[in-house]
């Protein structure tokens, strides 16, 4: 049977390092571990190069290579005959592979030192599967969805969704359903910070949503600040990704930071940018308790889903700028009389609700100026519109993304089953609902 390059998939995903042998001019040999090895067609291979200057060296006197790559998922082993065929010092490949060491790096506190000087492209001449002493039994595999399908159906239930709220939800429940990837976060970017923020979760309790991360940390971190898709197919080699985060934060009443969720025992992940014309506007990301959980078509779909949804938000956006001509009946809650005390800290707009923590920055706002209507003249429902023409709630000139600032406080005040909530009443419409005496001091 003749070996392809794209039978070996599961051997370029960096969960078991590969071995390179050159040999220099006189033809003493020199073997180096390699980090990362990815299949740039059906006939090249390319070889990150962060540290090994001797077999560079080597490869530009003697062109001929021999690489041992191994199958992460079984442990089958295969040798390649490489010849040289050039380098790549910048360039879309060179990106990604730059991406993916950064990011491993990150993981492990090298970032200094896990950086990629070049990429060493190679022309495969051989591939040969290496005997094995102990007789090889093929790993269970899991039956895995058609993914084109599943593509399919994920964008029409987002395309179909008539606000934020229905997009986000259609987007990580198809992920779930048609996908089998049953814990998945979405985050939105700002423009006024330099990170990005929780606004849909599934399969995490609590959900996280609100929990933010700084452009270039960990992965999500990473794909935000790239725009490129960065993925990790067995973290027992490297520490769990946020860990830190998670566990040094538990108290989001004192530290007003919401606790980024995630699987105790995940063995892969990817984030993947959520693009428009180019711009970053928001990161999906997956995670899974088995290795290899991402092939190249779980990519793909995941891209397609991705840039759907972005496509879909922004719609949601510009589209609020018009609200429906008559709102759909709603019930509002009667107040029953006990307190509701309202904290707002103007230094960081953060709210408190009967103690807890809610809120800050611009959806922080937004709920003290809904309640400052509320309070002085009973107002209960408000406008995008007229949202936007308040100067004083500071909101960004340019694409200020109300619609999912919104859906981010009316599922913070969902969650935590707050005596105030948020009401979609329709399209560019919000409504007020409390349920008592609303007190609001400014602290």
Same mark, same amino acid.
């Given at each position: 049977?003749?070996?392809?390059?794209?039978? $070996?998939?599961?051997?370029?995903?960096?969960?078991?390092?590969?071995?390179?042998?050159?040999?220099?001019?006189?033809?003493?040999?020199?073997?180096?571990?390699?980090?990362?090895?990815?299949?740039?067609?059906?006939?090249? !291979?390319?070889?990150?190069?962060?540290?090994?200057?001797?077999?560079?060296?080597?490869?530009?006197?003697?062109?001929?290579?021999?690489?041992?790559?191994?199958?992460?998922?079984?442990?089958?082993?295969?040798?390649?005959?490489?010849?040289?065929?050039?380098?790549?010092?910048?360039?879309?490949?060179?990106?990604?592979?730059?991406?993916?060491?950064?990011?491993?790096?990150?993981?492990?506190?090298? #970032?200094?030192?896990?950086?990629?000087?070049?990429?060493? !492209?190679?022309? !495969?001449?051989?591939?040969?599967?290496?005997?094995? =002493?102990?007789?090889?039994?093929?790993?269970?595999?899991?039956?895995?969805?058609?993914?084109?399908?599943?593509? +399919?159906?994920?964008?029409?239930?987002?395309?179909?969704?008539?606000?934020?709220?229905?997009? &986000?939800?259609?987007?990580?429940?198809?992920?779930?359903?048609?996908?089998?990837?049953?814990?998945?976060?979405?985050?939105? #970017?700002?423009?006024?910070?330099?990170?990005?923020?929780?606004?849909?979760?599934?399969?995490?309790?609590?959900?996280?949503?609100?929990? +933010?991360?700084?452009?270039?940390?960990?992965?999500?971190?990473?794909?935000a600040a790239s725009g490129r898709t960065v993925k990790v197919s067995d973290m027992s080699r490297i520490?769990?990704?946020?860990?830190?985060?998670?566990?040094?934060?538990?108290?989001?009443?004192?530290?007003?930071?919401?606790? $980024?969720?995630?699987?105790?025992?995940?063995?892969?992940?990817?984030?993947? =940018?959520?693009?428009?014309?180019?711009?970053?506007?928001? !990161?999906?990301?997956?995670?899974?308790?088995?290795? $290899?959980?991402?092939?190249?078509?779980?990519?793909?779909?995941?891209?397609?889903?991705?840039?759907?949804?972005?496509?879909?938000?922004?719609?949601?956006?510009?589209?609020?700028?018009? =609200?429906?001509?008559?709102?759909?009946a709603h019930t509002v809650p009667v107040a029953d009389g006990s307190r509701v005390d309202v904290a707002?800290?103007?230094?960081?707009? #953060?709210?408190?609700?009967?103690?807890?923590?809610?809120?800050?920055?611009?959806?922080?706002?937004?709920?003290?100026?809904?309640?400052?209507?509320?309070?002085?003249?009973?107002?209960?429902?408000?406008?995008?519109?007229?949202?936007?023409?308040?100067?004083?709630?500071?909101?960004?000139?340019?694409?200020?993304?109300?619609?999912?600032?919104?859906?981010?406080?009316?599922?913070?005040?969902?969650?935590?089953?707050?005596?105030?909530?948020?009401?979609?009443?329709?399209?560019?419409?919000?409504?007020?609902?409390?349920?008592?005496? &609303?007190?609001?001091?400014?602290?």
């Amino acid at each position: 049977m003749t070996i392809t390059l794209r039978d $070996l998939e599961a051997c370029f995903e960096g969960v078991i390092p590969s071995i390179i042998a050159t040999a220099d001019a006189e033809g003493v040999p020199n073997i180096s571990y390699l980090s990362h090895v990815s299949m740039v067609d059906d006939e090249h !291979v390319a070889l990150s190069n962060q540290f090994f200057a001797k077999t560079a060296a080597n490869i530009r006197l003697n062109p001929k290579a021999t690489l041992v790559v191994v199958d992460g998922l079984t442990g089958a082993q295969f040798r390649l005959q490489l010849a040289f065929a050039y380098t790549l010092e910048d360039g879309a490949l060179f990106d990604r592979l730059a991406q993916e060491v950064a990011a491993g790096g990150a993981q492990v506190g090298l #970032s200094d030192v896990m950086r990629l000087r070049c990429v060493d !492209v190679f022309r !495969v001449v051989a591939i040969e599967a290496v005997p094995s =002493p102990v007789e090889a039994v093929d790993a269970p595999r899991r039956p895995r969805p058609d993914r084109l399908f599943a593509a +399919e159906n994920i964008v029409a239930a987002v395309a179909a969704a008539a606000d934020a709220g229905g997009v &986000v939800d259609a987007l990580l429940e198809g992920i779930s359903a048609h996908l089998g990837f049953g814990h998945a976060m979405l985050f939105q #970017s700002y423009g006024e910070k330099a990170q990005i923020t929780a606004i849909g979760s599934t399969g995490y309790v609590p959900s996280g949503i609100g929990a +933010e991360v700084p452009f270039g940390e960990g992965l999500i971190g990473s794909a935000a600040a790239s725009g490129r898709t960065v993925k990790v197919s067995d973290m027992s080699r490297i520490r769990r990704f946020g860990s830190a985060v998670r566990h040094s934060s538990p108290d989001e009443n004192r530290t007003r930071e919401i606790v $980024l969720p995630g699987m105790a025992d995940a063995m892969s992940q990817i984030a993947v =940018p959520l693009l428009v014309q180019g711009h970053v506007e928001g !990161v999906l990301f997956v995670e899974s308790d088995r290795r $290899l959980a991402f092939t190249r078509e779980d990519e793909a779909a995941l891209a397609i889903v991705a840039r759907q949804a972005a496509v879909s938000l922004a719609l949601c956006e510009r589209m609020s700028f018009d =609200p429906e001509a008559a709102l759909p009946a709603h019930t509002v809650p009667v107040a029953d009389g006990s307190r509701v005390d309202v904290a707002h800290h103007p230094f960081d707009d #953060s709210v408190f609700i009967n103690g807890d923590y809610v809120i800050k920055g611009v959806a922080g706002r937004l709920l003290v100026h809904m309640l400052h209507h509320y309070l002085e003249g009973g107002r209960r429902e408000f406008t995008n519109r007229e949202i936007r023409l308040d100067t004083s709630l500071r909101l960004p000139d340019y694409k200020d993304n109300l619609e999912t600032r919104l859906l981010l406080l009316r599922r913070r005040l969902d969650e935590k089953h707050l005596p105030i909530r948020l009401l979609q009443l329709g399209r560019g419409k919000i409504g007020l609902a409390v349920e008592g005496e &609303v007190r609001l001091t400014r602290r």
